[in-house]
């Protein structure tokens, strides 16, 4: 009769801080499934929340949405994206910062707000998660951008955005993700017609 080893523990032996600042960074020594170790740089994200503000009526069927346009460092220009943020403290709720995100990047309210999803950005190296929105019954409140955004306001027709991400014009993932759901679950139109 042969003894089989108990499988240890998979995931986190120890973890070094490298960065701590609006993230962290750290080389953590991890085990994996079959048994061996090895060292992998991660990202520690506090998530985020996303949001697809939509004009009129979800029952329409080319309702008027709203993106921004942002200068991003890391893509070298502007690119359009969704209102998107990070929570203000730890425990904030995801509704919430999708709320207050909303309005201090694009000057709206939103009398609704209706959870999609949460998607993780890009989990070879971060644990950031992001949660997913769609807001309706829109009114203007006030904007107040931090003082690293630069974007304007722009209004479309949801068959032009699908278009601009199909065309790759709208690349940023956590816009794509919402912008896909909120036309296929939501709003009740098929991404690809």
Not at 130 to 154: K, M, P, Q, R, Y
């Amino acid at each position: 009769m042969s003894m089989e080893r108990p499988a240890e523990a998979v995931g986190l032996i120890e973890s070094r801080l490298i960065h701590d600042g609006r993230i962290k960074v750290s080389v953590d020594r991890v085990r994996f499934p079959d048994g061996s170790e090895g060292e992998l740089e991660m990202i520690r994200h506090p998530g985020a929340s996303a949001v697809l503000p939509v004009w009129g009526s979800l029952d329409e069927r080319d309702p008027e949405v709203v993106l921004i346009r942002q200068y991003r460092y890391a893509t070298d220009g502007y690119i359009y994206e969704v209102p998107a943020g990070t929570p203000d403290y730890v425990g904030e709720p995801w509704e919430t910062c999708a709320h207050r995100e909303l309005e201090e990047e694009t000057g709206l309210q939103a009398g609704k707000m209706l959870r999609l999803t949460e998607i993780y950005t890009t989990p070879g190296f971060t644990d950031e998660v992001i949660h997913l929105f769609v807001a309706t019954e829109l009114s203007e409140g006030s904007a107040n951008l931090d003082a690293d955004e630069f974007l304007e306001v722009c209004r479309f027709r949801l068959s032009e955005v699908l278009e601009m991400v199909r065309t790759g014009e709208i690349s940023d993932c956590k816009s794509v993700a919402t912008i896909m759901c909120a036309a296929q679950f939501v709003i009740g139109r098929d991404p690809a017609a």
